[in-house]
């Protein structure tokens, strides 16, 4: 779960099929969430998945997110969420 200046993002690793995908979730204010934003998830290596390249966005949503964000996520010693090069802190982990 991401915090931010809306009502929360969470990030989830889909697999479909062959292919990997990040569903970004933002959630509003009063409504269970705004939209879903589908990524292509690129599995670099055992610790590194990059997604970047994004396969839909709800129309409602394009103007408050725009098409050049970079997610990156590590899990090294912990878990590193960076948004266009700056590390987001993570508060908690839901298993």
């Given at each position: 779960?991401?915090?931010?200046?809306?009502?929360?993002?969470?990030?989830?690793?889909?697999?479909?099929?062959?292919?990997?995908?990040?569903?970004?979730?933002?959630?509003?204010?009063?409504?269970?969430?705004?939209?879903?934003?589908?990524?292509?998830?690129?599995?670099?290596?055992?610790?590194?998945?990059t997604?970047?390249?994004?396969?839909?966005?709800?129309?409602?949503?394009?103007e408050?997110?725009?098409?050049?964000?970079?997610?990156?996520?590590?899990?090294?010693?912990?878990?590193?969420?960076?948004?266009?090069?700056?590390?987001?802190?993570?508060?908690?982990?839901?298993?």
């Amino acid at each position: 779960m991401l915090n931010d200046t809306w009502a929360g993002q969470s990030i989830e690793l889909v697999r479909e099929n062959n292919n990997y995908y990040i569903y970004r979730k933002i959630y509003g204010s009063g409504v269970p969430y705004i939209g879903i934003i589908k990524y292509k998830a690129i599995i670099n290596s055992e610790y590194k998945i990059t997604f970047s390249e994004i396969i839909s966005i709800p129309e409602n949503i394009i103007e408050m997110y725009n098409r050049n964000e970079i997610f990156e996520i590590f899990c090294r010693n912990g878990i590193e969420i960076y948004l266009n090069g700056i590390n987001l802190h993570i508060n908690k982990i839901i298993e």
